[in-house]
Protein backbone atom coordinates (compact mmCIF):
# COMPACT_ATOMS: atom_id res chain seq x y z
CA UNK A 1 0.00 0.00 0.00
CA UNK A 2 1.29 3.22 -1.07
CA UNK A 3 2.64 5.40 2.19
CA UNK A 4 -0.11 8.40 0.79
CA UNK A 5 -2.97 5.89 1.14
CA UNK A 6 -1.70 4.95 4.57
CA UNK A 7 -1.81 8.07 5.95
CA UNK A 8 -5.53 8.73 4.54
CA UNK A 9 -6.98 5.55 5.97
CA UNK A 10 -5.28 6.78 9.16
CA UNK A 11 -6.33 10.07 9.28
CA UNK A 12 -9.91 8.68 8.24
CA UNK A 13 -9.60 6.68 11.45
CA UNK A 14 -9.18 9.01 13.74
CA UNK A 15 -12.12 11.31 12.08
CA UNK A 16 -14.45 8.43 12.93
CA UNK A 17 -14.16 8.15 16.65
CA UNK A 18 -14.99 11.74 16.93
CA UNK A 19 -18.12 11.67 18.89
CA UNK A 20 -21.42 12.87 16.30
CA UNK A 21 -22.11 16.82 18.04
CA UNK A 22 -18.40 17.44 16.95
CA UNK A 23 -17.78 19.91 14.52
CA UNK A 24 -14.46 21.69 13.54
CA UNK A 25 -14.38 24.88 12.77
CA UNK A 26 -11.39 26.56 10.62
CA UNK A 27 -11.73 30.05 10.79
CA UNK A 28 -12.00 31.27 7.11
CA UNK A 29 -13.22 27.82 5.50
CA UNK A 30 -16.20 27.06 8.29
CA UNK A 31 -17.70 24.37 10.04
CA UNK A 32 -17.39 20.44 9.29
CA UNK A 33 -18.57 17.79 10.76
CA UNK A 34 -16.51 13.96 10.71
CA UNK A 35 -18.46 13.09 7.89
CA UNK A 36 -17.99 16.08 5.90
CA UNK A 37 -14.22 15.74 6.98
CA UNK A 38 -13.89 12.82 5.69
CA UNK A 39 -15.25 13.09 2.37
CA UNK A 40 -12.64 16.40 2.14
CA UNK A 41 -10.08 13.86 3.35
CA UNK A 42 -11.07 11.34 0.47
CA UNK A 43 -11.13 13.98 -2.04
CA UNK A 44 -7.60 15.75 -1.22
CA UNK A 45 -10.09 19.09 -1.23
CA UNK A 46 -7.89 22.01 0.63
CA UNK A 47 -10.00 21.00 4.08
CA UNK A 48 -8.89 17.64 3.47
CA UNK A 49 -5.42 18.66 3.31
CA UNK A 50 -4.80 20.54 5.96
CA UNK A 51 -6.92 17.69 8.31
CA UNK A 52 -4.17 16.04 7.05
CA UNK A 53 -0.92 18.49 7.64
CA UNK A 54 -2.70 18.33 11.78
CA UNK A 55 -2.59 14.54 11.46
CA UNK A 56 1.61 14.40 10.39
CA UNK A 57 2.79 17.40 12.79
CA UNK A 58 0.65 15.32 15.41
CA UNK A 59 2.34 12.42 14.78
CA UNK A 60 5.87 14.36 14.25
CA UNK A 61 5.34 15.80 18.28
CA UNK A 62 4.97 12.29 19.20
CA UNK A 63 7.58 11.34 17.93
CA UNK A 64 9.72 13.49 19.35
CA UNK A 65 7.81 13.30 22.93
CA UNK A 66 6.93 17.02 22.72
CA UNK A 67 3.65 15.50 24.41
CA UNK A 68 4.91 13.79 27.45
CA UNK A 69 7.72 16.77 28.46
CA UNK B 1 -6.34 56.85 29.93
CA UNK B 2 -4.75 53.97 27.24
CA UNK B 3 -7.10 53.53 24.06
CA UNK B 4 -7.70 50.08 22.56
CA UNK B 5 -9.92 49.49 19.64
CA UNK B 6 -11.86 45.87 19.26
CA UNK B 7 -12.98 44.68 15.78
CA UNK B 8 -15.31 42.08 15.73
CA UNK B 9 -17.49 41.03 12.81
CA UNK B 10 -20.02 38.56 13.19
CA UNK B 11 -22.12 37.52 10.27
CA UNK B 12 -21.82 33.78 10.12
CA UNK B 13 -21.08 30.68 12.63
CA UNK B 14 -17.21 30.94 13.13
CA UNK B 15 -17.35 34.99 13.46
CA UNK B 16 -20.26 34.51 15.82
CA UNK B 17 -18.16 32.21 18.22
CA UNK B 18 -15.30 34.64 18.04
CA UNK B 19 -18.00 37.81 18.59
CA UNK B 20 -19.62 35.97 21.66
CA UNK B 21 -16.46 34.79 23.27
CA UNK B 22 -15.15 38.76 22.51
CA UNK B 23 -17.75 39.92 24.40
CA UNK B 24 -15.94 39.63 27.87
CA UNK B 25 -13.10 41.02 26.64
CA UNK B 26 -14.67 44.51 26.13
CA UNK B 27 -16.50 44.41 29.97
CA UNK B 28 -12.79 43.14 30.87
CA UNK B 29 -10.90 46.65 29.00
CA UNK B 30 -13.40 49.02 30.79
CA UNK B 31 -12.99 47.72 34.43
CA UNK B 32 -9.07 47.55 33.41
CA UNK B 33 -9.46 52.06 32.25
CA UNK B 34 -9.41 51.55 28.95
CA UNK B 35 -10.97 53.68 26.17
CA UNK B 36 -13.03 51.21 24.26
CA UNK B 37 -13.64 51.55 20.57
CA UNK B 38 -15.58 48.48 19.49
CA UNK B 39 -16.21 47.86 16.19
CA UNK B 40 -18.79 45.71 16.67
CA UNK B 41 -20.77 43.50 13.75
CA UNK B 42 -21.43 45.67 10.84
CA UNK B 43 -19.04 48.46 12.02
CA UNK B 44 -16.27 46.44 11.09
CA UNK B 45 -15.11 48.19 7.99
CA UNK B 46 -11.88 49.53 6.53
CA UNK B 47 -13.38 53.09 7.23
CA UNK B 48 -14.79 52.87 10.45
CA UNK B 49 -11.51 50.96 11.54
CA UNK B 50 -9.47 53.47 9.92
CA UNK B 51 -11.12 56.38 11.54
CA UNK B 52 -11.29 54.57 15.25
CA UNK B 53 -7.17 54.25 14.56
CA UNK B 54 -6.62 57.88 13.48
CA UNK B 55 -8.67 59.64 15.96
CA UNK B 56 -7.47 57.63 19.06
CA UNK B 57 -3.70 56.59 18.29
CA UNK B 58 -4.63 53.14 20.17
CA UNK B 59 -2.17 51.26 22.35
CA UNK B 60 -3.99 47.97 21.60
CA UNK B 61 -5.67 46.78 18.71
CA UNK B 62 -7.50 43.73 19.07
CA UNK B 63 -8.39 41.76 15.94
CA UNK B 64 -11.25 39.39 15.41
CA UNK B 65 -12.13 37.67 12.13
CA UNK B 66 -11.27 36.01 9.14
CA UNK B 67 -7.79 36.30 7.64
CA UNK B 68 -5.56 34.94 5.22
CA UNK B 69 -1.16 35.29 5.06
CA UNK B 70 -1.49 38.62 3.94
CA UNK B 71 -4.90 40.37 4.98
CA UNK B 72 -7.39 40.38 7.56
CA UNK B 73 -11.17 40.90 6.84
CA UNK B 74 -14.27 42.84 9.00
CA UNK B 75 -18.25 42.40 8.84
CA UNK B 76 -18.97 39.74 5.75
CA UNK B 77 -15.04 39.06 4.94
CA UNK B 78 -14.27 42.46 3.60
CA UNK B 79 -10.57 42.79 4.04
CA UNK B 80 -9.88 45.62 6.65
CA UNK B 81 -5.73 45.65 6.62
CA UNK B 82 -3.96 44.56 3.52
CA UNK B 83 -0.24 43.96 3.50
CA UNK B 84 1.79 45.93 1.59
CA UNK B 85 -0.86 48.47 1.22
CA UNK B 86 -2.19 49.58 4.89
CA UNK B 87 0.02 47.34 7.63
CA UNK B 88 1.13 50.73 8.92
CA UNK B 89 -2.26 51.41 10.45
CA UNK B 90 -0.91 48.95 13.09
CA UNK B 91 2.44 51.55 13.57
CA UNK B 92 3.07 52.42 17.73
CA UNK B 93 0.73 49.53 18.59
CA UNK B 94 0.13 46.42 20.05
CA UNK B 95 -2.05 43.76 17.82
CA UNK B 96 -3.42 40.52 18.89
CA UNK B 97 -5.24 39.01 15.69
CA UNK B 98 -7.26 36.30 16.53
CA UNK B 99 -7.66 35.19 13.18
CA UNK B 100 -6.08 32.25 10.50
CA UNK B 101 -2.54 33.04 9.01
CA UNK B 102 -2.11 36.64 9.47
CA UNK B 103 1.10 36.40 11.35
CA UNK B 104 2.37 35.21 8.19
CA UNK B 105 3.10 38.24 6.06
CA UNK B 106 0.59 41.19 7.73
CA UNK B 107 2.16 40.22 11.23
CA UNK B 108 5.67 40.83 9.57
CA UNK B 109 5.04 43.65 7.85
CA UNK B 110 3.12 45.18 10.09
CA UNK B 111 6.04 44.88 12.65
CA UNK B 112 8.61 46.03 9.93
CA UNK B 113 6.47 49.54 9.46
CA UNK B 114 6.65 50.15 13.03
CA UNK B 115 4.26 48.25 15.24
CA UNK B 116 5.39 47.42 18.59
CA UNK B 117 4.30 43.91 18.21
CA UNK B 118 2.07 41.10 16.55
CA UNK B 119 0.63 38.23 18.24
CA UNK B 120 -1.53 35.91 15.84
CA UNK B 121 -1.22 32.73 13.82
CA UNK B 122 1.06 31.85 10.89
CA UNK B 123 -1.24 29.05 10.28
CA UNK B 124 -5.13 28.30 10.56
CA UNK B 125 -6.97 28.78 14.00
CA UNK B 126 -9.18 25.89 14.82
CA UNK B 127 -11.39 25.31 17.18
CA UNK B 128 -14.38 22.84 17.68
CA UNK B 129 -18.03 23.57 18.59
CA UNK B 130 -20.84 21.62 19.40
CA UNK B 131 -23.82 20.88 16.98
CA UNK B 132 -26.99 22.35 18.80
CA UNK B 133 -24.83 25.32 20.99
CA UNK B 134 -24.51 27.57 17.84
CA UNK B 135 -27.19 30.10 19.90
CA UNK B 136 -25.45 29.74 23.19
CA UNK B 137 -21.32 29.72 22.07
CA UNK B 138 -20.52 30.65 25.66
CA UNK B 139 -21.83 27.70 26.90
CA UNK B 140 -19.78 25.46 24.71
CA UNK B 141 -17.10 23.74 26.41
CA UNK B 142 -15.94 22.12 23.33
CA UNK B 143 -15.35 25.32 22.36
CA UNK B 144 -14.10 26.82 25.48
CA UNK B 145 -11.04 24.81 25.77
CA UNK B 146 -9.52 26.40 22.23
CA UNK B 147 -10.97 29.91 23.21
CA UNK B 148 -9.85 30.16 26.80
CA UNK B 149 -5.77 29.84 25.72
CA UNK B 150 -6.14 31.88 22.35
CA UNK B 151 -8.36 34.79 24.37
CA UNK B 152 -5.61 34.72 27.40
CA UNK B 153 -3.61 36.86 25.08
CA UNK B 154 -6.28 39.40 25.03
CA UNK B 155 -7.07 39.32 28.86
CA UNK B 156 -3.03 39.42 29.60
CA UNK B 157 -2.51 42.67 27.34
CA UNK B 158 -5.69 44.24 28.81
CA UNK B 159 -3.78 43.50 32.03
CA UNK B 160 -0.98 45.77 30.91
CA UNK B 161 1.08 42.52 30.64
CA UNK B 162 3.82 43.12 27.93
CA UNK B 163 3.30 41.32 24.78
CA UNK B 164 5.51 38.61 25.24
CA UNK B 165 4.55 37.50 28.58
CA UNK B 166 0.32 37.60 27.15
CA UNK B 167 1.87 34.95 24.25
CA UNK B 168 3.74 33.22 27.27
CA UNK B 169 0.68 32.41 29.15
CA UNK B 170 -1.57 31.89 26.30
CA UNK B 171 1.15 29.05 25.51
CA UNK B 172 0.76 27.60 28.82
CA UNK B 173 -3.25 28.26 28.81
CA UNK B 174 -3.04 25.98 25.69
CA UNK B 175 -0.30 23.68 27.02
CA UNK B 176 -2.63 22.80 30.11
CA UNK B 177 -5.62 22.43 27.95
CA UNK B 178 -3.59 19.75 26.19
CA UNK B 179 -2.65 17.89 29.47
CA UNK B 180 -5.52 17.87 31.20
CA UNK B 181 -6.90 15.69 27.76
CA UNK B 182 -3.96 13.76 27.72
CA UNK B 183 -4.19 13.09 31.67
CA UNK B 184 -7.73 12.33 31.21
CA UNK B 185 -10.36 9.31 29.76
CA UNK B 186 -12.26 11.93 28.50
CA UNK B 187 -13.80 11.00 24.71
CA UNK B 188 -12.64 14.69 23.80
CA UNK B 189 -8.82 13.12 23.94
CA UNK B 190 -9.09 13.69 19.96
CA UNK B 191 -8.85 17.60 20.23
CA UNK B 192 -5.26 17.39 21.64
CA UNK B 193 -3.62 17.28 18.00
CA UNK B 194 -5.91 20.53 16.90
CA UNK B 195 -5.21 22.00 20.32
CA UNK B 196 -1.32 21.65 19.76
CA UNK B 197 -1.80 22.76 16.00
CA UNK B 198 -2.80 25.91 17.67
CA UNK B 199 -0.26 26.61 20.35
CA UNK B 200 2.50 25.84 17.89
CA UNK B 201 1.32 28.30 15.11
CA UNK B 202 1.12 31.62 17.30
CA UNK B 203 3.93 33.58 17.40
CA UNK B 204 4.93 36.33 18.60
CA UNK B 205 6.48 39.20 16.79
CA UNK B 206 8.68 41.59 17.91
CA UNK B 207 10.69 43.91 15.75
CA UNK B 208 14.19 42.19 14.92
CA UNK B 209 12.62 39.14 17.56
CA UNK B 210 9.83 36.28 16.90
CA UNK B 211 9.09 34.46 19.84
CA UNK B 212 7.47 31.19 18.47
CA UNK B 213 5.70 28.27 20.03
CA UNK B 214 7.42 27.08 23.33
CA UNK B 215 7.41 23.58 25.03
CA UNK B 216 5.91 25.06 28.27
Given at each position: MKTSLKIIRLVIARLE?????AKLAIVGLGTFNKKELITHVKKGTDVGRKIVEIELEYLKSLKKGILYA | MPKVVFTRPDYEIVTHYLFVWSQKLVSEAKKNKWTVTDLRKSQATIAKFTAAVGKTSPALILLHGHGNYSSISGHNGKVIIQAGQ???????AVTYAF???????LGTAAVEAGAKSYIGYNEDFIFFQTEGMEKSPASDKRAAKFMEPALEVSTSLLAKKPPKEAFRKSQKAFRKNIDSLIS????????VRYLLWDKNHQVCLIKNSKTAAIDT
Open positions: VWPED | NENILKNSCQTAKESNSKEVYL
